[in-house]
């Protein structure tokens, strides 16, 4: 730890108001001290994990942390806050706030001494100890962990203290004592629990749970905690012995337990990490009250990620979400890869080229024609995964391992009855339910070895098979006939207002979660294309374009308006944003939300309108500019992304235009203004 703590890296006097202001304080330190190379890069690094969960915890402590490529070697830098500042926990403002640095590549060593931290912020003692601190030295070694220099009369009082030689006199003392006699009962045999506890980074969370459930087991007294962190470096297994003799398991985590089947058949809790950390007590009592009734679980995967991925608060709605999302994720490779062959085997063969006959009965190694059907062939293959794939992974979001198979089986049945993408969205869900249902049976011990690979599988299937061809299947073919219909009769103010709205959904959020559902919902016309959805897909595209071009433009018409390093960026997101690749425009984002995003929203609005009114298409799901062969009225495209481009551009300099100027000082060549004493630095009309 001695090296990852200064002085220089503590502030006891933190003087920010929010959670942004005060990691942006700390990694200034960071920055002074040459352990950040890139102050903005880092920042975005820190917010997008903080995006992933809050990381207040209970007492008055934030714990802001990433990994990141900006980080030259681990850092912690400390601050102290009179006010407190809000990091979302459950008990209010934060006044002890670690901002925790880690290189991308941090090894398991790093991680060790991160950890150390995150186990003494467990300690009430060291809490108070930090709140009472006057000196930034002391502070820091106190973090550090290290052993304070004897004082010159401290060095002289072991010579005073052998006067008391009367204390071997009373080592007689014992003997007297005969109750230790009387005690050979044996002691009652300990509740032993083995947890597991892991974050999406694996820093801090992990570790903090790890020592809560352990400190919460020895305030018990009659039960023993045994826990395996799973940290993203990779993790030490518990001994087969330990798990074999526990008599429950705690689960608190935010990603997928690694190796779960080595837990089957036991008393099971399953939370999210800071369930751990912040009611360990009551997740102990959860096991032992479940052990007391014999409920254990029916397999290796009786849990479901996204019933660990967080809080126990989440809301159905959250949920959702989050399984949507895993479908979603898992289905863009495919999407990605398929549609880009397709859209190659359109660019060399021409639309004709889906009327080509099978590459496998007639190639001609010297013809062009059969090198773009073989192209188009092969991506319409994995173009076909993309329903089953989607059911699966949402199934599989939900249930785990034993929900692929019934996932897939609905979305492979949602293609054979045209349900198309609203299908494999219903038989994800369908399958995913199906297979919780029938986990939470309590089955003898004799069949629990075979649930997950037979019985689950089985019944599933069949259950899934039978709603999707008999029950629900025809309404959603149905419906999905109906959407198909309506975006074929797209026409004049409805197919502009249907623009505008996609356009705001991938402008929103940046690659988040509101821009993936837009996007899947664009690329699932393209299963089965019709001249809507080509038009849905090239007015989603578009406006997915405009905000790391709309920013790479700013930056190179105001440069001054920017920082240094986001002008740097700017010019990658010239890359990004022609490649389609939204995600560019987050480090702008990050630094000054309020202004970033209403402006990029504003021109994927205009382009998305645009696009439709012009009647473009888009054959293909990705590429950008690289596709442009394949766009349909590809003049009037590009005249549609720069509108775009030029009205996130007008509005975004406006915007950061209309911030007052610092009060004094000016701003130096790379457009910064010295901050004054007290203050964190300033951006001259940036956030």
């Given at each position: ?519 899947a919902f664009a690329v699932g016309g393209l299963a089965n294309p019709t001249e809507g959805s080509l038009k849905v897909m090239a007015a989603v595209m578009a406006a997915g374009m405009v905000p790391p071009l709309a920013m790479a433009l700013a930056t190179t018409v105001r440069g001054r308006l920017f920082t240094k390093t986001e002008r740097e960026n700017g010019k990658a997101a010239w ?113």
């Amino acid at each position: 730890m001695s090296e990852m703590i200064t002085a220089d890296l503590v502030d006891l006097d933190l003087s920010a108001s929010t959670k942004e202001a005060a990691a942006r304080a700390l990694a200034e330190r960071m920055i002074a001290q040459g352990r950040v190379t890139d102050l903005d890069g880092f920042l975005a690094d820190v917010a997008a994990r903080e995006a992933q969960m809050p990381t207040g915890l209970d007492g008055g402590i934030g714990i802001p942390h990433c990994r990141s490529e900006h980080v030259t070697e681990p850092t912690l830098a400390f601050g102290r806050s009179a006010v407190g500042i809000d990091f979302g926990a459950p008990d209010g403002p934060a006044d002890l706030i670690f901002l925790i640095a880690a290189p991308a590549g941090a090894d398991d060593a790093h991680l060790t001494i991160l950890s150390s931290l995150a186990r003494q912020l467990m300690d009430e003692d060291f809490k108070a100890a930090l709140r009472t601190a006057t000196d930034a030295g002391a502070t820091a070694a106190l973090i550090r962990g290290d052993e304070p220099e004897p004082t010159p009369e401290s060095t002289t009082e072991p010579e005073s203290t052998p006067e008391p030689t009367t204390e071997p006199e009373s080592t007689t003392e014992p003997e007297p004592r005969p109750e230790p006699e009387t005690a050979p009962a044996a002691p009652a045999a300990k509740f032993k629990i083995v947890a597991v506890t892991s974050c999406p980074t694996g820093i801090a969370h992990t570790y903090m749970a790890a020592e809560s459930l352990e400190k919460a087991g020895r305030d018990a007294g009659d039960v023993e905690v045994l826990v395996e962190t799973q940290g993203s470096a990779g993790f030490t297994r518990l001994a087969p012995e330990a798990i074999a003799g526990a008599d429950g398991v705690i689960f608190a985590h935010d990603v997928p337990v690694r190796e779960k089947d080595r837990f089957a058949g036991k008393p099971t809790v399953d939370v999210g990490v800071k369930a751990g950390i912040n009611r360990p007590a009551e997740l102990i009592g959860e096991v032992r009250e479940k052990a007391a009734r014999g409920e254990t679980t029916s397999g290796a995967a009786s849990a479901t990620p996204v019933d660990r991925a967080g809080d126990a608060g989440d809301g159905y709605g959250t949920k959702l979400r989050k399984w949507l999302m895993s479908g979603v994720s898992y289905m863009v490779p495919f999407v990605a890869a398929g549609g880009l062959l397709i859209a190659l085997g359109f660019a060399i063969g021409g639309y004709t080229i889906n009327k080509a006959p099978s590459v496998a009965e007639h190639f001609v190694w010297t013809q062009t024609d059969s090198w773009a059907a073989l192209l188009f062939q092969v991506g319409s293959v994995a173009f076909a995964f993309l329903v089953p794939v989607l059911a699966g992974f949402i199934a599989y979001g939900m249930a785990d391992r034993p929900g692929l198979v019934p996932g897939f089986v609905g979305g492979s049945i949602a293609l054979t009855i045209n349900a198309g993408f609203l299908g494999g969205l219903a038989a994800g869900l369908i399958a995913g339910g199906v297979v919780m249902a029938i986990q939470k049976v309590n089955v003898p011990p004799v069949l629990r070895g075979i649930m997950p690979v037979v019985v689950i599988p089985l019944i599933s299937s069949a259950v899934v098979g039978f709603l999707m061809f008999l029950v629900i299947g025809k309404p959603i073919a149905s419906l999905q006939r109906a959407l198909t219909d309506w975006l074929n009769s797209l026409s004049g103010a409805n197919a502009i207002i249907l623009g505008i709205i996609l356009g705001l959904m991938m402008c929103f959020d940046l690659g988040g979660p509101l821009n993936k559902v837009a996007y899947a919902f664009a690329v699932g016309g393209l299963a089965n294309p019709t001249e809507g959805s080509l038009k849905v897909m090239a007015a989603v595209m578009a406006a997915g374009m405009v905000p790391p071009l709309a920013m790479a433009l700013a930056t190179t018409v105001r440069g001054r308006l920017f920082t240094k390093t986001e002008r740097e960026n700017g010019k990658a997101a010239w890359v990004l944003g022609a490649s389609f690749i939204t995600e560019g425009a987050i480090p702008f984002a990050a630094a000054d939300p309020l202004r970033v995003i209403p402006a990029s929203m504003a021109g994927g609005a205009v382009t998305g309108a645009l696009s439709m009114a012009f009647g473009c298409t888009l054959r293909a799901p990705h590429g950008g500019i690289f596709v442009v062969p394949l766009i349909g009225n590809p003049f009037l495209y590009l005249i549609a992304i720069a509108a775009g481009v030029c009205v996130s551009t007008a509005l975004v300099v406006i915007l950061k235009g209309m911030r007052k100027p610092a009060p004094e000082g000016g701003t130096d060549g790379a457009g910064d203004v010295p901050a004054q004493k007290g203050e964190e630095p300033k951006i001259p009309v940036a956030a």
